[in-house]
């Protein structure tokens, strides 16, 4: 089901964001083919991903008012430990809109919509800096499969302490 994701004016273009579709499938894969080097598919955090269904409703699309990719995120369920997460990316956005904040539009809504549908905790491997302006943070509960920087590993809490006694190794999601 399509949730209503208000429009946003960026750089006096208009940026939609919906849903990621079936229809949409083949465009975003591109466009992580463009952003991401060669290879990222052997990282362990798609290990994770390997038969497990994306959290639809969080996996969204920003399209310009011509109906362009600008950029799309995607979110996974995971277990650190017992407890279910989600985890985040990729977020990609198309080099000719960089900088125009679509990645952080993207980050913010999804964020949203994930505290919205109950979800408690999110984690990523990423640039510390970069996600700390959206409240992530370097912890030692999730224990990402090798060969993952531990100091890449970022966790946020969508509820108070929803980390809190959460631990362990970070895993695929089962049905």
Known sequence: ????????NRCRRVIRLTEETEA???????LYDLC???GREALSSYRLRDGVPKVA???????DHDGILAGAIRYWPVRVGS????????????PTRQGEGVAGLLIRESLLLARAE??????????????????????????????TNPDRVLELALQPG???????????ATA
């Open 83 to 94: 407890a279910p997460a989600l985890l985040l990316g990729p977020v990609a956005v198309h």
């Open 162 to 172: 929803a980390w809190e006694g959460v631990e362990g190794p970070v895993t695929r």
């Open 118 to 147: 109950g979800w408690q905790r999110v984690l990523l491997v990423g640039d510390a800096p970069y996600y700390g302006k959206f409240g992530f943070a370097k912890h030692d509960s999730a224990v990402m499969p090798p060969p």
């Open 57 to 63: 409703a969080l996996c969204l699309v920003a399209r």
């Open 24 to 30: 949409d499938w083949w465009e975003v894969e591109a």
């Open 1 to 8: 089901m399509l949730r209503r994701i208000p429009e946003v």
């Open 36 to 38: 991401f080097a060669p």
